[in-house]
């Protein structure tokens, strides 16, 4: 076991926020050394994004950027912060967030707790300018125009993210998922398509995230309205609300949204739908109950161009993105391909 794995393994034995705390003020400040260069097997590109491998970390770790420099050195192919709010706000009241150890899950209603922009700006200021970073963007609890604080996002971290992602699908801010119908959709992402920053003569890309509860009609339609307004991708999917009868941990009754290898079926059947409406026309970025290279394999060939993990972090450690990074390289080698994008959609 390594020494940040070791540090993980006594985090799991403190409150579950104050270890997410701690852990954030360790990799601020740890002085971690640089990750070894990547299988070249593993380097491939995301809407015009060059990554040195196709495992990122979701959003939700690290919701003000104050942790970037360390999140970089533990491998990722990139890393999204947020979600950040136009005005910080303090979140639900706590207890927020929850360990399901006996189901290898979290359940969490933290509800956008963050320190508002200008202090997430002035810290995307100073990112490691050598990894691709993404800003999560969400909107705060109190605003009517929920669009226009995706806006003000956008506008106000131009020029100071690799890439943006506008989350409709957090189950912890009243009204939110509402923007998921095609009406509000539309507007929404009109506006955003408006209001998209561009780095010199290229577009900075922009996904949007989607509940994982959504039915295959419904994906269908946030494809077509993503094509329509030119969205660069969708990142298949957030948390659920849903709660398997196969959960055994006590806290399982607690409200918010589950993530976790409980969540892995519901975001397995979206991502289908997804890739089945897309096409390969829209790119899809996989998350939601990955643990292992195999099942990182398994939704690249689902469709995913890249994969996102987060949950999983909190019981294997962080010397799991190293093991999912070696075991998919291997994989794909067994199948014969060459690059990761060869054996996106290979199970379609």
């Given at each position: 076991?390594?020494?940040?794995d070791?540090?993980?393994?006594?985090?799991?034995?403190?409150?579950?926020?104050?270890?997410?705390?701690?852990?954030?003020?360790g990799?601020?400040?740890?002085?971690?050394?640089?990750?070894?260069?990547?299988?070249?097997?593993?380097?491939?590109?995301l809407?015009?994004?060059?990554?040195?491998?196709?495992?990122?970390?979701?959003?939700?770790?690290?919701?003000?950027?104050e942790?970037?420099?360390?999140?970089?050195?533990?491998?990722?192919?990139?890393?999204?912060?947020?979600?950040?709010?136009?005005?910080?706000?303090?979140?639900?009241?706590?207890?927020r967030?929850?360990?399901?150890?006996?189901?290898?899950?979290?359940?969490?209603?933290?509800?956008?707790?963050?320190?508002?922009?200008?202090a997430?700006?002035?810290?995307?200021?100073?990112?490691?300018?050598?990894?691709?970073?993404?800003?999560?963007?969400?909107?705060?609890?109190?605003?009517?125009?929920?669009?226009?604080?995706?806006?003000?996002?956008?506008?106000?971290?131009?020029?100071?993210?690799?890439?943006?992602?506008?989350?409709?699908?957090?189950?912890?801010?009243?009204?939110?998922?509402?923007?998921?119908?095609?009406e509000?959709?539309?507007?929404?992402?009109?506006?955003?398509?408006?209001?998209?920053?561009?780095?010199?003569?290229?577009?900075?890309?922009?996904?949007?995230?989607?509940?994982?509860?959504?039915?295959?009609?419904?994906?269908?339609?946030?494809?077509?309205?993503?094509?329509?307004?030119?969205?660069?991708?969708?990142?298949?999917?957030?948390?659920?609300?849903e709660?398997?009868?196969?959960?055994?941990?006590?806290?399982?009754?607690?409200?918010?949204?589950?993530?976790?290898?409980?969540?892995?079926?519901?975001?397995?059947?979206?991502?289908?739908?997804?890739?089945?409406?897309?096409?390969?026309?829209l790119?899809?970025?996989?998350?939601?109950?990955?643990?292992?290279?195999a099942?990182?394999?398994?939704?690249i060939?689902?469709?995913?161009?890249?994969?996102?993990?987060?949950?999983?972090?909190?019981?294997?450690?962080?010397?799991?993105?190293?093991?999912?990074?070696?075991?998919?390289?291997?994989?794909l080698?067994?199948?014969?391909?060459?690059?990761?994008?060869?054996?996106?959609?290979?199970?379609?």
């Amino acid at each position: 076991m390594s020494v940040i794995d070791l540090g993980g393994a006594i985090l799991r034995n403190l409150d579950p926020e104050t270890a997410h705390q701690l852990a954030i003020k360790g990799l601020g400040f740890a002085p971690l050394p640089a990750p070894a260069a990547d299988d070249p097997i593993l380097h491939t590109t995301l809407a015009g994004l060059i990554l040195p491998n196709p495992v990122g970390l979701a959003a939700g770790l690290d919701k003000n950027g104050e942790a970037l420099r360390g999140l970089s050195r533990l491998g990722f192919g990139f890393v999204e912060c947020g979600s950040v709010t136009p005005r910080a706000q303090p979140g639900n009241p706590k207890p927020r967030l929850f360990r399901l150890t006996q189901d290898r899950a979290i359940i969490n209603r933290m509800g956008f707790n963050n320190a508002g922009l200008d202090a997430f700006a002035a810290r995307l200021d100073n990112r490691p300018k050598d990894v691709v970073v993404g800003a999560n963007l969400g909107a705060n609890k109190d605003t009517e125009d929920k669009a226009a604080d995706y806006v003000a996002g956008l506008q106000r971290l131009a020029g100071r993210a690799s890439y943006f992602t506008v989350n409709i699908s957090s189950p912890n801010t009243p009204g939110l998922r509402a923007l998921q119908g095609r009406e509000q959709l539309d507007d929404l992402l009109g506006r955003i398509d408006a209001a998209r920053p561009v780095d010199g003569a290229a577009r900075v890309p922009v996904f949007l995230k989607i509940a994982p509860d959504l039915i295959s009609d419904e994906v269908a339609m946030i494809v077509e309205a993503s094509l329509a307004h030119r969205i660069d991708g969708l990142i298949v999917s957030n948390t659920t609300l849903e709660r398997p009868k196969t959960l055994r941990s006590a806290q399982a009754h607690e409200t918010g949204g589950l993530s976790g290898a409980p969540v892995r079926p519901f975001a397995e059947k979206a991502l289908r739908a997804a890739a089945e409406a897309a096409q390969g026309r829209l790119p899809l970025i996989a998350v939601g109950g990955i643990d292992s290279g195999a099942e990182a394999y398994a939704r690249i060939r689902l469709g995913a161009s890249a994969v996102q993990i987060y949950s999983a972090m909190i019981y294997e450690g962080p010397g799991l993105v190293g093991r999912i990074k070696r075991d998919l390289a291997a994989r794909l080698r067994a199948d014969g391909f060459s690059t990761v994008s060869e054996a996106v959609n290979a199970s379609r």
